[in-house]
């Protein structure tokens, strides 16, 4: 699996991107993030709501089993579980960077 993300906007405007590869992780930190995928898109129902100024947009591209899917929400449609992923995402990219 292969998560790429971008968070952008915010009083800053500054743009963070991760992609994460599970197959470059830990056996322990791939489940990790297999779950978070899991419980941030339960489904395909997920609605972006019109963007308002200094609030984030949150990208993500999920790709496994030759699928990719595309999501995009922001500070008002954000969940505390695709906030959970956005944050590990971008802790684990880097971490990996360094």
Known sequence: MIVRHERSGGYAGITVKADVDSDT???KQANELKELVEKAFPSDQLQKKK???DQFNYEFSIEDAGKTQ?????DQ???DEIR??????IATAQKKSR
Do not use: F
């Not at 595309?70 to 922001?74: I, P």
């Not at 959970?84 to 995402?89: D, E, G, I, R, V």
């Open 25 to 27: 992780l830990s056996a």
């Open 51 to 53: 963007t308002m100024p």
């Open 70 to 74: 595309t999501y995009q929400v922001n």
């Open 77 to 79: 449609t954000i969940t």
């Open 84 to 89: 959970a992923l956005s944050k590990w995402l």
